[in-house]
């Protein structure tokens, strides 16, 4: 059975930083995403990583901010988020999906972490 545990949220002062760990037991898949999800708001797309080859996709408003990589040895991912927003507020999710692919779309990871909430304050 596949489970994803996230872990690292927290209250931070903008302009902080904060890392998110999301650990994977059971098995690992082609590729890990993280998502996040704003009160009242839709999960929209954050960050993906290929896990065999560490290749990433960002979303536009995370680049050059935020760092997604992955630890093969521990079966772990990692989201490190530099030069906090209040905007980057939000109950952060990783996911799986079993394709090698990178996606932003919700529809194609398969598996879904609990969650882990971020609050950034001005």
């Known amino acids: 059975q596949v489970q994803l545990v996230e872990s690292g949220g927290g209250l931070v002062q903008a302009g902080g930083s904060l890392r998110l760990s999301c650990a994977a037991s059971g098995r690992t898949f082609g590729s890990y995403g993280w998502f996040r999800q704003a009160p009242e708001n839709e999960r929209v797309f954050v960050a993906a990583i290929k896990w065999n080859n560490g290749g990433s996709l960002y979303a536009n408003s995370v680049k050059g901010r935020f760092t997604i990589s992955r630890d093969n040895t521990k079966n772990t991912v990692y989201l490190q988020m530099n030069s906090l927003k209040p905007e980057d507020t939000a109950v952060y999710y990783c996911?799986?999906?079993?394709?090698?692919?990178?996606?932003?779309?919700?529809?194609?990871?398969?598996?879904w972490g609990q969650g882990t909430q971020v609050s950034v304050s001005t």
């Open positions: 996911a799986t999906s079993t394709s090698n692919d990178l996606y932003s779309a919700r529809r194609f990871y398969d598996y």
